[in-house]
């Protein structure tokens, strides 16, 4: 089975200063990782995703993410917050070869930026 | 090209009364997949269809809920009888063909109240 855990509920930062979102995957096979934002009152929208290509994986917004086998984590990080990156961040798991299409998510990371 | 469209944004409903809940996804996304957003349990699967067939409702919570897909491009969630802790936000998402590391596209969710 596949899960994926966040290891933190609330992230506060200052603008400016570097961001780093945790999440550590447990699959059976090699898995794609996804890290999913969602802004208040929106839908979820695509930050990145690795599907077993290169390891450092460049995303929007200024967003990357390195995939580690060894450690089976999948941290999100961006070197500079803006205020507009106070979201809610998702990290999530998709293990195609147990047949299930669907994705299965972390419980969520939030994203606090001071000014 | 638009995205993932659903209807209604927001419902209001008394308990008891029936919820329908459509959505419309990306033109050629052979999948579409029904999520369900609550503050205590997170974003949970409840159905994901293929080619318009429903593979895994699994996620259903009970059977006042159903979930039916007509043709490719509409697809309906519906709950009778509506009841409080039915209020969530629901999310109707696409992807196309394909296995591995595939993106899933979300829509802005329907954001529903039982009262």
């Known amino acids: 089975a596949q899960s994926v855990t966040q290891l933190d509920s609330h992230v506060s930062v200052s603008e400016g200063t570097p961001v780093l979102l945790r999440c550590n995957y447990s699959?059976?096979?090699?898995?794609?990782l996804f890290w999913y934002v969602q802004h208040p009152n929106k839908g979820l929208q695509l930050l990145l995703k690795y599907t077993s290509a290169a390891t450092l994986v460049k995303g929007i917004n200024g967003f990357e993410a390195e995939f580690k086998k060894s450690e089976t984590s999948f941290h999100l990080t961006k070197p500079s917050a803006h205020m507009s990156d106070a979201a809610e961040y998702f990290c999530?798991?998709?293990?195609?070869?147990?047949?299930?299409?669907?994705?299965?998510f972390g419980s969520g990371t939030r994203l606090q930026v001071q000014p | 090209d638009a995205g993932v469209i659903q209807s209604p944004r927001h419902e209001v409903t008394e308990m008891g009364q029936e919820v329908t809940l459509r959505c419309k996804p990306i033109s050629g996304h052979d999948y579409l997949f029904w999520y369900r957003q609550t503050m205590m349990r997170g974003l949970e699967l409840l159905i994901y269809f293929n080619n318009n067939v429903p593979i895994d409702d699994s996620g259903m919570p009970e059977d006042r809920f159903s979930a039916k897909m007509p043709n490719a491009s509409f697809s309906t969630l519906k709950i009778q009888p509506s009841e409080p802790r039915d209020s969530a936000v629901y999310f109707c998402?696409?992807?196309?063909?394909?296995?591995?590391?595939?993106?899933?596209?979300f829509g802005e969710g329907s954001w529903l109240t039982v009262v």
């Open positions: 998402a696409s992807s196309p063909k394909g296995l591995v590391g595939n993106t899933i596209y």
């Open positions: 699959s059976s096979y090699s898995p794609s």
């Open positions: 999530v798991v998709s293990d195609m070869r147990t047949g299930r299409r669907a994705l299965t």
